[in-house]
């Protein structure tokens, strides 16, 4: 094994990532070395670029640190003290940090765990490197069957899609509907989860149309070119006038929160995921979903992602990815900001 890698780290706060050049991590007791076959992209890492100094110190932030949160790949050495593995085993990372210990981690609601606010790809190093230690054998998760060149989107984007859609799913009646507003890398795969665990019709928004292309393929009933002021009327009129049994907005701007919460149904759900950082510009009262339900959340469960990959395993979904060389990471980065991806992109090592 060579004794340094290459990594897209975050050097300083507020500044461009860079490839560098760092030693190979060498496993200790209780820990794994990963030899990283692909990493997934996430717009989360441009905030990530831009966080101020205090702000990720007060999190228990490090500086530097390497990208990537969606990662798969093969072991490649155990520490002391580690069973159950084998180097050269195929796996997946599980995407959000968790302590395993806590209340919320014990009842199974890791995601929501107050002790990891910092994980591989925030605050730590990720999977946009040759190689990634891993220390939390929760993390490791077995493939059978996936390419760990491009497993890794469904740890995270696949994951928090598949969570948001069983959230919603007590609120969807048999043969109601369903919207999805952002049909890209978390919202294509939304429309492949809500066709499989309900009976609903389900409604595709985007304002890019080779995505609502995508979307229908992938079996939306109904595609919308929006969000504008028509289009809750426009869900209101493929419904029976009342608006669709839940929303998944997977954009999270004004316009689409105000869509989103204007077509909910009475006792319908509305669910933010998209972190744009958007607001409900009207008041609550009449501008809520009469006794429905709204709700947010941040990343997924480990129990999410397991459930996942076995839906990816068994080829019930599709998991669509761009592939970039890990030389052309940047040029991967301007792709997903410039939204000209037609999957989610996805940065591969060739050892």
């Not at 929006?226 to 419904?239: H, K, M």
Request: hydrophobic share 40%; charged share 15%.
């Amino acid at each position: 094994m060579s004794r340094t890698m290459l990594a897209y780290r975050i050097l300083e706060w507020e500044h461009p990532a860079e490839i560098v050049e760092v030693p190979v991590p060498t496993p200790g007791p209780g820990q794994v070395l990963v030899k990283v076959a692909g990493c997934g992209l996430c717009h989360s890492d441009f905030t990530m670029l831009g966080m101020p100094a205090e702000t990720g110190r007060a999190m228990g932030w490090n500086m530097p640190f390497t990208l990537g949160h969606e990662t798969a790949g093969y072991i490649a050495e155990l520490g002391p003290g580690i069973t159950g593995f084998t180097p050269g085993n195929a796996v997946a990372l599980v995407s959000p940090a968790s302590c395993g210990t806590c209340s919320f981690c014990v009842r199974g609601q890791d995601n929501n765990c107050p002790n990891a606010p910092a994980g591989r790809g925030f605050g730590r190093d990720g999977g946009l490197a040759e190689y990634v230690l891993v220390d939390d054998l929760r993390a490791l998760l077995p493939l059978h069957g996936l390419d760990p060149r491009t497993a890794g989107p469904l740890t995270d984007a696949g994951a928090t899609s598949y969570h948001a859609v069983r959230r919603a799913v007590p609120r969807i009646r048999p043969g109601g509907t369903a919207v999805v507003i952002g049909a890209g890398g978390l919202g294509a795969f939304a429309v492949q989860y809500l066709r499989l665990l309900t009976g609903a019709n389900v409604i595709a928004v985007d304002t890019d149309q080779a995505r609502l292309k995508l979307a229908h393929e992938l079996g939306a009933h109904n595609t919308l070119v929006g969000t504008n002021e028509q289009t809750a009327d426009q869900i209101r009129a493929l419904t029976d006038g009342y608006g669709a049994d839940a929303v998944l907005d997977f954009v999270g701007v004004d316009a689409t929160i105000a869509t989103g919460t204007a077509a909910v149904r009475p006792a319908g759900a509305y669910g933010l995921i998209g972190a744009a950082m958007g607001r409900l510009q009207t008041p609550w009262y009449g501008g809520l979903p009469r006794d429905g339900e709204v709700f947010n959340f941040q990343g997924s469960r480990i129990a999410d992602v397991q459930e996942v990959m076995t839906l990816a395993e068994t080829g019930r979904i599709q998991n669509n990815v761009d592939i970039f060389p890990f030389a052309k990471v940047e040029q991967a980065y301007k792709a997903l900001h410039d939204s000209t991806l037609h999957g989610r992109a996805v940065v591969t090592f060739d050892h």
